[in-house]
């Protein structure tokens, strides 16, 4: 079955570059979250998309923007790095529409992720 | 305080044993409750998950929550070497976002 595929799965960058994450859901899934995981702790969410609007925000810094396309994919785009945006970005999707049941919107599906160094 | 709790020490168990492991929550809104499965450098592996209190079983798994207690469990039974990964609790809220526990990293000693 097809998973969420997610690239570049590896990207070195120096501090204060601009990187870009790509996120591609599983078919007829139309809602994707990204969340970061830094060595040693639990992912945390950072932004989630439906339907190509923002349908919710955690604790994602304004240096970075992320957005949904028609397509569904969603690209996760970080500006200014930081040494400390050095972390496992993951990508999920989900069934979101509406009238789908409540347990396919609930179950989400992790890409392999990108693993993001910045020196 | 994370919302989450989950008890990161790592265990190390004999092959064929049952290993347990638990997470508390704190947060009432909390609507779905899951265990995803990590394997070094890769994306969690959804394992089981379940909304409401009492026992789920798939398999060699069983995930337990009690939401009276707030407290949630994955027995896995038999274990096999190819268990040993670290195990993640997650549970939904607001607009389904997910709220992890630290993981807990599992060896099975063959």
């Known amino acids: 079955a097809a998973g969420v595929i997610q690239s570049p799965r590896h990207l070195i960058k120096e501090k204060r570059e601009t990187a870009t994450l790509k996120c591609y859901p599983i078919p007829r899934h139309d809602t994707v979250y990204w969340y970061q995981q830094g060595p040693g702790q639990d992912p945390q969410f950072l932004i989630s998309f439906y339907e190509k609007m923002q349908s919710d925000k955690g604790s994602i810094p304004d240096r970075f923007s992320a957005q949904q396309f028609s397509d569904y994919h969603s690209e996760l785009n970080m500006s200014s790095l930081e040494l400390g945006d050095s972390a496992l970005y993951f990508c999920?999707?989900?069934?979101?529409?509406?009238?789908?049941?409540?347990?396919?919107?609930?179950?989400?599906?992790f890409g392999a992720g990108t693993r993001l160094s910045v020196l | 305080q994370k919302e989450v709790e989950q008890d990161p020490g790592p265990l190390s168990v004999p092959e064929g044993a049952i290993v347990s492991l638990n997470c508390t929550y704190s947060n009432s809104a909390f609507q779905y409750f899951m265990w995803y499965r990590q394997y070094s450098r890769k994306g969690p592996e959804l394992l089981m998950y379940t909304y409401s209190s009492g026992n789920k079983e798939d398999g060699r798994f069983t995930a337990q929550v009690d939401k009276s207690s707030k407290y949630i469990s994955l027995f896995i039974r038999d274990s096999q070497p190819s268990d040993s990964a670290t195990y993640l609790c997650?549970?939904?809220?607001?607009?389904?976002?997910?709220?992890f526990g630290k993981g807990n990293q599992v060896v099975v000693i063959p």
């Open positions: 999920a999707s989900s069934k979101g529409l509406a009238g789908a049941p409540t347990e396919a919107k609930n179950i989400q599906y």
């Open positions: 997650a549970m939904t809220y607001g607009n389904n976002r997910l709220a």
